[in-house]
Every structure is written in C-alpha cells, then in structure tokens.
C-alpha cells in the first residue's frame, strides 16, 4: 500500500514539474509563438500527420485538412471507493486514487488506459448466521457456508451470530473507450465543458480481511445482546447507526482473518486470484488551460466476484447470483503532454468544424468585387484612398495624387516634380535656392574627379554682368535618353543661372561614346539635347529661344583614359555653357523624331521606347 502510494505520488509531481519547466521554456521562446498558441485551434502543416496534405487543403487543392498531431493527456484520479455487495458498505469508508493515460483516436473517441488502487469497509447492522445454526428438522441454515467461518460453527461451541465487518483491498487495469459530447456542439473554437462516457474491459484482483475475531483471537460472543439488535431497531435509520456504533465499540478494529476466495480461478502465483472486469463511467470534465483540465466522474467494475465483501451467500437458502460491484466516485487531475509548437490540444476539446467555419467567415467577410472608378485614375474606387483624383494627374498604387518631391505640390501642377530637398518652393513647386548654392569651380572638379578618376577636366567659368558661376553637365545610360533622376538638381542649377541672368543664352549640346554607328549616335546625342531643353522648358518655364540645341554624336569625347566603363559614362552627356557667336539651333539628323523622312517604327523610335 505505501509503496504504490509512494509511486503515485512521484509521478504527479514528476509529471506537473516537466509541465511547468516545458512551459516556462516556451514562454521564452518568442511572444509572439506563444500569443499564437493561445488560440486553442493554431495549427500548422507541421502539427499533422500529413504536412503536405493540410497545405494542399489550405491552398484549395484539396478537399480535406489533415489531422492534427494531439497530445496525450496524463491523468490522477482520487476519490471515493465503495463495494455494493452483501454487506452493508460505510459511506464513507473508502478510498481510490490512480493513473491513466489518455489518447484522442477522433474528435469524439479516445482510448484510456486506466489503473486503480483502493480499499472500501463494510459493516452490516444485522446478525447473520452459521450454515449449522438452523431449527430441528430443518436442512438449511444461515448464510456463513466457507470454511473461514468454523469459529461461529455452534455445532462445536461457537457463538452463531457475526455482523460481518470486512476491509476490502482492490486493484484493477483496464482498457477503457471514451466517448465525449462536448465538442459536438460547434459553436467555440474549444470547448469548456465535456460530457464523457466511457465502457472497458481489463482485470482486477482483492484481497479481503475480516474483522472476525477478537484480541485473544476468539469469536464474539453475545453481540446480538450487547448491541441491543431488534428488527424493529434494523427498521430505522437511526436504528441502524446505534447498532453500528455499538459494534464500533465492540470490535478491536484488526482484521485478521482472510476472507474466502474463489477456488480453481486464475491466480499470480496462489495468492492474488485475477478477474476479468468490465467497466463503464460517466463524467464531466472543465478545461482551465491548454495545459490542465479537471474532470469528475463516477464508474462501477463488473466481475463475476460475489466475494468482495468476504461473504456470498445471505442465507443458506437464499443463494443469491448477485455479485459484488465496486463503485468509485472520482476526481480526475489531468495535464496535456508535449509541446504545443509541435502538437495540437486533444481533439476531444477541438472543435472538428472550425477551420471550415473560420474559410466561411472570411469568405463572407469579404467584399463584393465593385470594378467602378469615378475618378478614372485606374484604381477602383474599393482600393482608391483618394476617390476625386484631378483628371490627367498621376496617382500612386493607392490612388493617391503622385508628389514625387514631397513639396506639397503634385506632380502634375508642379513645375519642378523633384526639387533638391531642403529648399522652400514657390506656388508652382520651384525651389528657392539661394544664389550661393550654385556651383562653383571646385564643385564641378569635385564632382568630375568622382565620377573619372583620373580624368584632366578644368572647366571654364562663364563671367557675365550677373555674376560668374560654372554650368554643369548630366550624363545617360547606356543606349537611353531619359534624364536620370539624379541629375534633376544640375538641371535646375541651369534654370536657376537663366533666371537669375534673364539675358543669358546657353547651349545644350549632346554627345554619345563611340559605340554604334555615327548617324545612329548622332540621332541618340540629338535626343540627349532635346530630352534635358524639354525638361527645362517644361519644369522651369524657360524660354526656347535663349537655349541652342546642339549635338555631336561621338566625335568629341571628353575623356578618352581611365576604364572603359567610366570613360564612355562620362561621355554619354549633355553639356551647358554660355552661348557664341557659332552657336545655333541645329537641324534635326535624318531618322529622329524631328526630321521629315521621320518612320513610325524605326530604329530610332525603338529607342526612344526602351529609353522611357
């Protein structure tokens, strides 16, 4: 009895020790995991027996998810232990507590291995008799038929009359089904309370002592007299509990004497006989955690045992078949093994439907597809955040009115879409920069010596009545025309120069590296004039005719050492200086746009496309 106790014992706190530490473990793992798995239905591929399944499901390639991988549950159970046999049991009087290991085979069946350890007291309020105590003339007597019972044998002096007082050991193991009907019910993403019936088979062993002797080992005598026994007495309640406590005083409390066991059954070794038992339970179970739940249950053991109690038969003619049932009323501890990272809750607290209730929700919560834009900026308006977007302005992926420089101004009203930060701008987005920030010799060797390391440049500086200052260049990828973003603040320090020196003409001449053919770099380098007077004369509101288109193809590199690479980017430009007496708006070449044997689809249009 101590040591199995003993062992119990041990393994609950095994048990809720290695939950404790496991949990703490993965409290600091991340928040956020453990937020997540709060959620009782937080499954991922990895959690089910077939990972490639459930993914094929949640990406609708296939009908079913797969099951989940669920825990086991770990289970002690105590309470109270009574045996409903011949004699009359003590309420209470007894005491079951054990182990079982639980597994959820379906949302709705689990198997349970189930053991038990108690003991349960009886103490019946009426006499019974020797099978030798009978009238004269008669065959038949009381009901104390085993040999354990010669001592009351009157035929050799022996007082007759016992109450029967037993104390009961019993053990079994079973096999139990689970059915639960909690989770049935569909409307939680976890239950809170389940409703379990569950039936089994197993085996079970007793060993019963009878308190049938006194301290000088000698039946008692004269216990219908001393406790007063009358049936009229039997007949009460209150009768009854006088005749026991009576006998309370009377007994010594040792049960000494072995009951009778059923001969020729199976047995381990010849002392502990083994039964075949079936059980059958019902309870009810609360949830707490993930972790923990707390259940109560009542459950009766079927053997074909009539000898649990000690006796087994009331009278000598009265032989009843009625067998001895144990009846335990439990409370069962139980904690969900494993990790929740890897593992689901058992499927008995899971609701079986709610991935497919949660796809339904979200499909409901979606919106009906509405393809109308009022505003005609090619967002719908269920996507647009801006729905009055001003007609011809471009609009971001939200459908809000670009503003590329961030100035306040939208692109399509600003004169000068990518101002240099940091400037305050006029009512038309132009910034105000203040004439000391133009460039001046070092800077445009500074910048020159970054971008051709060891190339000899040495600009010449414009000298005018407003001011001497130094006109900078912008330069193209490779085969592009396109002004780069980049260069957007050299082309508003041109705009600003003519501004500040509204008499000043310049010149924009573009040039090309040597690859290609001369007349297809002639057109490229024209292109690359054109593209940067556009851009002034658009964004800045320069006047055309105070800017000289001009262009040169290949034919007048500006660096011709360093690598390769840097020595054709720095010559693939536009330069801007001050304009001459030569100076003077070139003709369009033969092939480009501005020409007059100009062809749709021509080498050269092809161009213009890959470079914008």
């Not at 509990?241 to 000494?256: A, Q, R, T």
């Amino acid at each position: 009895m101590n040591k199995i106790l003993y062992t119990l014992v041990v393994c609950l706190f095994l048990s809720v020790t290695a939950f404790s530490q496991e949990e703490s473990n993965q409290e600091t793992t991340t928040e956020a995991v453990v937020n997540t798995l709060e959620d009782a239905w937080t499954v991922t591929d990895e959690m089910t027996v077939d990972a490639e399944q459930n993914k094929n499901w949640r990406e609708g390639q296939y009908n079913y998810s797969a099951k989940p991988k669920n825990a086991w549950e770990l289970g002690i159970h105590l309470g109270h232990l009574f045996i409903d046999g011949d004699v009359d049991r003590r309420v209470p009087g007894g005491f079951g507590l054990g182990l079982h290991l639980r597994k959820a085979i379906t949302y709705s069946y689990s198997l349970r291995m189930d053991f038990m350890f108690g003991r349960a007291k009886g103490l019946d309020p009426q006499p019974w008799k020797h099978k030798n105590d009978r009238p004269l003339g008669q065959e038949i007597g009381g009901g104390l038929v085993e040999p354990v019972f010669d001592p009351y044998n009157p035929n050799n002096g022996g007082p007759s009359n016992w109450f029967p007082s037993h104390k009961t050991r019993y053990m079994y193991f079973a096999v139990q089904n689970v059915f639960n009907l909690g989770n049935m019910l569909f409307h939680n993403k976890s239950s809170k309370w389940n409703v379990n019936a569950a039936i089994g088979a197993g085996f079970d062993t007793h060993k019963t002592m009878l308190d049938l002797l006194d301290g000088n080992n000698q039946p008692y005598t004269d216990i219908i007299s001393r406790t007063g026994f009358n049936f009229d007495r039997f007949d009460t309640k209150s009768g009854r509990s006088d005749i026991k406590s009576e006998l309370n005083n009377i007994y010594d409390g040792e049960y000494e004497t072995e009951g009778f066991k059923k001969a020729g059954i199976f047995r381990l070794g010849d002392d502990t006989n083994v039964h075949v038992v079936w059980t059958a339970s019902l309870g009810v179970a609360r949830r707490i955690s993930k972790r923990f739940n707390i259940g109560i249950e009542h459950q009766i053991m079927l053997s074909d045992n009539d000898y649990l109690d000690g006796i087994k038969f009331r009278t000598s003619d009265d032989q009843t078949n009625n067998v001895d049932i144990p009846h335990y009323t439990n409370v069962r501890l139980n904690f969900n093994l494993g990790k929740f990272t890897e593992k689901s809750e058992p499927l008995y607290w899971l609701n079986p439907l709610d991935a497919a209730f949660g796809d339904i929700a979200e499909l409901k919560q979606r919106p009906v597809l509405d393809l109308t834009d009022e505003d005609g900026d090619g967002i719908i308006d269920m996507m647009d955040q801006e729905l009055e977007t001003p007609a011809g302005c471009p609009v971001d992926t939200r459908g809000v009115t670009l503003d590329s420089d961030g100035d306040g101004i939208a692109d399509c009203k600003d004169k000068e879409p990518f101002s240099p930060p940091g400037y305050d701008v006029d009512d038309v987005g132009i910034a105000k920069v203040p004439v000391e920030t133009i460039l001046n010799e070092t800077d445009i060797i500074r910048i020159m010596n970054e971008n051709c390391p060891g190339c000899k440049y040495v600009p010449q500086p414009a000298k005018t009545g407003c001011g001497e200052w130094f006109l900078p260049m912008i330069h193209f990828d490779l085969d592009k025309y396109k002004v780069k973003p980049e260069f957007y603040s050299q082309l508003h320090h041109v705009a600003s120069v003519m501004k500040q020196c509204p008499d000043l003409c310049i010149v924009a001449e573009g040039h090309t590296d040597a690859r290609n053919s001369n007349q297809y770099n002639q057109v490229l380098s024209y292109n690359r004039a054109k593209a940067a007077v556009d851009y002034l004369v658009g964004n800045y509101g320069v006047d055309r005719s105070r800017i000289k288109l001009m262009y040169g193809g290949e034919e007048n590199p500006m660096v011709n050492i360093g690598s390769e690479g840097a020595r054709n980017y720095m010559n693939r430009r536009v330069e801007f200086r001050v304009c001459d007496g030569d100076d003077y708006d070139m003709a369009a070449p033969e092939g480009s746009a501005g020409s007059a044997n100009y062809e749709q689809g021509s080498i050269y249009k092809g161009n213009k496309n890959s470079g914008y």
